[in-house]
């Protein structure tokens, strides 16, 4: 029998064309029905002569299978690299189940779902998750999806079960209600749960004092819905309320007043009013000529007392000529009411020389002490110090229209675009290589560039690789200024890099065994380059590796034998034939 099978394997493999007939008749048995329909074609399984290869092959069909190895996730990454015809073994009859499972033996730690606590007890059987029809690897894995029927919480409080709950025990919860919205303090930490979330209501549960106390209020609701401000969770009878810490402290004779003569209805409903002749225009013995802000020269200690101080009691003190100024010069008709505007332009627009084109905050340049002297620093007072040239060029040069309506522009673009001789290729930052001193004085560092000069770059000058400002039109290829150069006339290539270097361009250095996949041993060591690599090629060199490649024309078989020459041949001769066959040397 094993001569017979000798003599059919060479008579099958001289006729290339019957190979697969031969593999049907040798096949030990019918593969699964899932594989069926490849069951003619071997070589979706297999490949010839190379045992190896087949598990490759079954990861190019079970692409969800060979993801997990890759990523060494789920069970398949987990296990020990193996073959995996180990554990799955074909050509057992249609019928036949390849991929057994021990659910006694099974080891679900290799899984992304690890087994513990409840999940891990020997009651729970594998169908009570894996359902019938769905992929052990499309198990959810969610909690709500086996126990939404267990959820009490009807859905209130999401899917998100692990929050509050484990494996160990469903009903050992262990929610912290001080990471909500509603910390637990004082008696309210004494509290039980249900009563406040009645009827599992958990979302949506009122969080203001009245809600659950409205009973106890005894202002009737006369001082609002919030307890808080006065009242808290320690003890409902203790007062934490501090007028002070309003927007109204209270001062002098307002500390012995009871609130019911200033709140006399809903204290928030109505807001009441703050100043003084909300309460006392009835002593105002000055009859409104000096408007209503009565503590501009009152105090609550006692009201005969004046204590009015322009400088300290107003937002504009008195400086410099101000200071001789009278009252009604700014205060027209006594009228103290009218908030006067305190803006220069308010009471000297007639003496602006720039007509309000240098804006209204003539403070900036101008002082009381004597408005001719101007105090403009330009370096200090603004973001835009003036530097080089820049120091002698005139204001009107730059504000030409409104100081302050129209922003101006602090970039070098902005003032001079039609000075750009790279024609806004190299972008709108020209301090990067410019300065106001001197224009032309350029401080370029083509070290940070994507081509930085390095051995006999440095000495090159720039219009040798830069024909025009438009310097980013420059290719950084060699070929773009060597092509001249190039003795190989592109057989090897235009990446020149790839073999020479900027300093010396005759010393180069390419190990074809360690850069390439196609080691030079053999006869093919001590080959010129361009024996393989004859005709010209832009770009990455590529060149195929294969001996059929270039020894086409010596192939004496005619291609019968396929095109791995090298499975019988070496390189060091073409004649040497590599073992034994087993039909044959």
Request: charged residues 35%; aromatic residues 6%.
């Amino acid at each position: 029998m094993a001569w017979l099978t000798a003599i059919l394997l060479m008579f099958f493999c001289a006729a290339g064309a019957r190979a697969d007939s031969i593999e049907s008749v040798l096949m030990p048995g019918k593969v699964i029905e899932g594989h069926a329909k490849y069951e003619s074609e071997c070589v979706k399984c297999h490949m010839r002569f190379n045992k190896a290869a087949q598990t490759g092959l079954c990861l190019d069909c079970h692409k969800d299978v060979a993801s997990d190895v890759r990523q060494k996730q789920g069970y398949h990454g987990r296990l020990t690299e193996q073959e995996c015809r180990a554990c799955h073994t074909e050509h057992k009859g249609r019928a036949a189940h390849i991929a057994p499972l021990d659910e006694k033996s099974f080891n679900h730690t290799k899984t992304d779902f690890i087994l513990k606590g409840g999940h891990a007890d020997a009651k729970i059987a594998c169908r009570d998750c894996h359902r019938p029809g769905v992929k052990y690897r499309d198990t959810a894995t969610k909690c709500n999806a086996c126990h939404k029927k267990d959820d009490k919480h009807k859905g209130n409080l999401g899917a998100a079960c692990e929050t509050c709950h484990n494996e160990r025990d469903w009903k050992a919860a262990k929610f912290d209600h001080e990471k909500t919205r509603f910390p637990l303090a004082g008696k309210h930490a004494d509290v039980k749960c249900e009563d406040c979330h009645q009827n599992q209501r958990f979302k949506g549960v009122p969080r203001d004092c009245l809600s659950c106390h409205r009973k106890d209020d005894k202002h009737k609701g006369s001082f609002g819905a919030k307890c808080e401000s006065c009242h808290t969770e320690r003890d409902w009878k203790e007062m934490t309320f501090n007028h002070d810490k309003t927007r109204y402290p209270l001062r002098g004779k307002h500390r012995t007043t009871k609130c019911e003569s200033c709140h006399k209805s809903g204290l928030y409903k109505e807001k009441l009013k703050t100043t003084c002749v909300a309460c006392h225009r009835a002593d105002d013995v000055h009859k409104g000529g000096l408007g209503e802000k009565c503590e501009s020269c009152h105090n609550e200690r006692e009201w005969r007392t004046t204590s009015f101080n322009h400088d300290q009691d107003t937002k504009f003190p008195l400086r410099d000529k101000h200071k001789a100024a009278k009252c009604t010069a700014c205060h027209t008709n006594a009228n103290y009411r009218d908030k006067l505007k305190t803006a220069c332009i308010a009471c000297h627009l007639k003496e602006d020389e720039h007509k309000g084109k240098y804006g209204e905050k003539c403070e900036t340049c101008h002082k009381e002490k004597d408005w001719k002297i101007s105090t403009f620093q330009h370096d200090r007072d603004t973001k835009y110090p003036l530097r080089g040239k820049h120091i002698k060029v005139k204001c009107m040069a730059c504000h030409k229209g409104h100081l302050y309506k129209d922003k101006v522009q602090s970039t070098c673009y902005a003032c001079h675009q039609q000075d750009d001789k790279h024609k806004g290729q190299e972008g709108k930052k020209c301090e990067s290589c410019h300065n106001e001193k001197d224009w032309k004085d350029t401080s370029f560092d083509h070290g940070l560039a994507r081509f930085p000069l390095l051995g006999k770059h440095i000495k090159v000058e720039c219009k040798k690789c830069h024909l025009t400002p438009a310097f980013k039109d420059a290719s950084m290829e060699c070929n773009a200024c060597h092509a001249k150069e190039d003795v190989h006339k592109k057989r090897l290539g235009t990446e020149c890099g790839q073999c020479h270097n900027a300093r010396d361009w005759k010393l180069w250095d390419f190990d074809h065994d360690q850069r390439t996949k196609f080691k030079l041993d053999g006869g093919h060591k001590g080959l010129e380059c361009v024996a393989c690599h004859t005709r010209p090629m832009p770009g990455k060199l590529s060149l195929s590796g294969t001996c059929v490649s270039c020894h086409e024309r010596e192939d004496v078989h005619d291609g019968s034998f396929g095109r791995q020459c090298e499975r019988c041949h070496v390189t060091s001769s073409f004649k040497t034939i590599k073992g034994e066959m087993g039909f044959g040397k």
